[in-house]
């Protein structure tokens, strides 16, 4: 079983930065890609950014090119998500997902965390 947890959520104003931060049980970590989803009250589970596994690709939602930077240590078995100019419409629980393949889409990720609640105020 592979546990994720998920830290470093909290209330930032607009224009600030927080930095997300995932740590994945097990020893199989650097075999899987790994996302980052988030969920708006009321709104479906979106994707946010994706990292390959051998940290050479990543991918990112249009709503946060340029802003969010996705990073991976194998090492420690984390998955990061560097947010910055946050906008309040990024407020959402964000998620880190184990990753089947890179992609993009829900079904593509077999464990899940948490989640962190991000809040972002104007």
């Known amino acids: 079983q592979v546990q994720l947890v998920e830290s470093g959520g909290g209330l930032v104003q607009t224009g600030g930065s927080l930095r997300l931060s995932c740590v994945a049980s097990?020893?199989?970590?650097?075999?899987?890609?790994m996302g980052w989803f988030r969920q708006a009250p009321g709104k479906e589970r979106e994707f946010v950014a994706t990292?390959?596994?051998?940290?050479?690709?990543?991918y990112y939602a249009d709503s946060v090119k340029g802003r969010f930077t996705i990073s991976r240590d194998n090492a420690k078995n984390t998955v990061y998500l560097q947010m910055n100019s946050l906008k309040p419409e990024d407020t959402a629980v964000y998620y880190c997902a184990r990753g089947l393949r890179f992609g993009v889409e829900r079904d593509h990720y077999d464990y899940w965390g948490q989640g962190t609640q991000v809040t972002v105020s104007s």
């Open positions: 097990g020893r199989t970590f650097s075999n899987y890609a």
């Open positions: 990292i390959s596994r051998n940290v050479y690709s990543t």
